[in-house]
T-cell receptor, first 112, second 114 residues
Framework: DQQVKQNSPSLSVQEGRISILNCDYT??????FLWYKKYPAEGPTFLIS?????DKNEDGRFTVFLNKSAKHLSLHIVPSQPGDSAVYFC???????????FGKGTSLLVTP | EAGVTQFPSHSVIEKGQTVTLRCDPI?????LYWYRRVMGKEIKFLLH????????ESGMPNNRFLAERTGGTYSTLKVQPAELEDSGVYFC????????????FGPGTRLTVT
């Protein structure tokens, strides 16, 4: 049973605009959330994370928002650049271990 | 600083054969993880080492899979005998023990069982 869901398999955004990637989870015991970016034939690359005690974390063009009551998080990329085109994975960690639970990913295409 | 490395990058074997995958974590990282992504599905956790000890092997699918980390440095994942459903990309990741939970992934080994 999948506990982390990314319901949009793909997203296309124009360069310079905002990209919003969404993620929902079902397990209320998750205490840490991460976003990874993946290019073809490479491993996932860590992008940004957020603890469950916070509702926002920002790092340059990337901001992650967490809504615990809705069990929802989102990644905002502003402004989007063509180099941001990749598959983005949402991941969550339970409070009893280090294993990450991943969503299926959202493929982002940023067009010039 | 060198990242996580994995060998081989790609392996094609026949059903019933044995394959051993290797992972070298980032130097100084005591935590080492194995994950697997089968086609069309999400990346799934297999197991977690702290140094040479298995901390969590709840994701290991069955006893055809054996992971080792002798000496607490590199790790191997052996599949014996391989089945068709074992095909996928096997990722290794490593992290510090301590304050952050970010895991750093290797490029993966693509395993194809025919």
């Amino acid at each position: 049973d999948q506990q982390v869901k990314q319901n949009s398999p793909s997203l296309s955004v124009q360069e310079g605009r905002i990209s919003i990637l969404n993620c929902d989870y079902t397990n209320s015991m998750f205490d840490y959330f991460l976003w990874y970016k993946k290019y073809p034939a490479e491993g996932p690359t860590f992008l940004i994370s957020i603890s469950s005690i916070k509702d926002k974390n920002e790092d340059g063009r990337f901001t992650v928002f967490l809504n615990k009551s809705a069990k929802h998080l989102s990644l905002h990329i502003v402004p989007s650049q063509p180099g941001d085109s990749a598959v983005y994975f949402c991941a969550a960690k339970g409070n009893s271990g280090y294993a990450l639970n991943f969503g299926k990913g959202t493929s982002l295409l940023v067009t010039p | 600083e060198a990242g996580v490395t994995q060998f081989p990058s790609h392996s094609v074997i026949e059903k019933g054969q044995t394959v051993t995958l290797r992972c070298d974590p980032i130097s100084g990282h005591d935590n080492l993880y194995w994950y697997r992504r089968v086609m069309g599905k999400e990346i799934k956790f297999l197991l977690h080492f702290v140094k040479e000890s298995k901390q969590d092997e709840s994701g290991m699918p069955n006893n055809r899979f054996l992971a080792e980390r002798t000496g607490g440095t590199y790790s191997t994942l052996k599949v014996q005998p391989a089945e068709l459903e074992d095909s996928g990309v096997y990722f290794c990741a490593s992290s510090h023990v301590g304050w952050s939970y970010e895991q750093y992934f290797g490029p993966g080994t693509r395993l194809t069982v025919t």
